[in-house]
């Protein structure tokens, strides 16, 4: 520990370039992953918000929930056998206010469920994020599939889909608008202890998310510019301290011949990683988390603390191993040879 610290004092320098750059790659990694989960929330909060279970939909639909329609003697079963079940669908399509503007959402409706608000019919529950955009309770809505109007009934937060805001109607609602009786999916939650149901396949809440196209395209890329930030930073923590052992197997010989252990120089490369990596990202982290606040309201930003010590967590571990690894040559090195090559 000793040892870390003179060193650093030191050569000020080279550790606060180094730690100036790990700030930069952490900050970027926590920005990008903080635009990857917002843009999971933005399009599938709907599904996200809901609890521990599975979701089933119809085996000929090939994984498109779109194309699923579940029969209704299959879901009364279903629903009269497992308590707190509900079976729900989900459809793109759009409004028109008294002045015909349009605005897309994503019509749900359920069968009763404590996971979905209880829409009579006629009105229409809202994402929030329409009542920013100045919608409110009472105005009224029109749909070309549908005779009648829709009036607002309120607002609900955390409803998303498909980078919409999700629009809760009636289910008799539902059946006019797109001309059948049988939702698309069926939701269990996981007391219910769900199990093979004839002519339906079955989905965590996880896999079900990746069906969606565009969901596990957007998630794939941000996903791999994470990783890939994250490798670096492993690589630039080997790279500097191998380049640093090598300058000082010289001196690295004399502490070994005078009775200093491989282990105790090894210690010292890892104290010094864990001060530049710990400052680093405690400084990456509160510059975050000001973004986060700074951020513009149409900028979907998500970086809850679970996502933020997970990746605090890989970049200790990714620098742990990349300084480790660039300490090898101290442990095969001989006193002597050391001595000599330092010398030379």
Sequence with gaps: MNLAWKEMKKSKTK???LGSIVFLISLLTFIISGLANGLSQDNAALIKNLPDGTIY???????THALSAIDMET???ALSENDGAFAFSIQMGFLLNEQDEQQSVAFATSTDSAQFPDVKKGEIILDRSLEEDGL????IFTNSQLDGEFTVAGFTDGAKYSHAPVAFIHPDDFAEMYRTDELQMLFLPEMAQPGAIPGLQSFSTEEFLNTLPSYSAEQLSL????????????M???IFFYMMNIQKLGLYGILKAIGVKTGTLFRMIWTQMVVITAMALLLSIAVSQ?????APDDMPFYLPIDATLQLTAVFFVIGFAGATLSGLQIRKAKPLQAIQQGEG
């Design 290 to 294: 000001v973004f986060e606040t700074l």
């Design 136 to 139: 409110k309770q009472g105005d």
């Design 223 to 234: 996903s791999m510019i994470v990783w890939f930030l994250v490798v670096i930073s492993g």
């Design 75 to 77: 879901q009364q079963s």
């Design 236 to 238: 630039l923590f080997a």
């Design 15 to 17: 550790f606060v370039i």
């Design 57 to 63: 939909m119809e085996t000929a639909a090939e994984e």
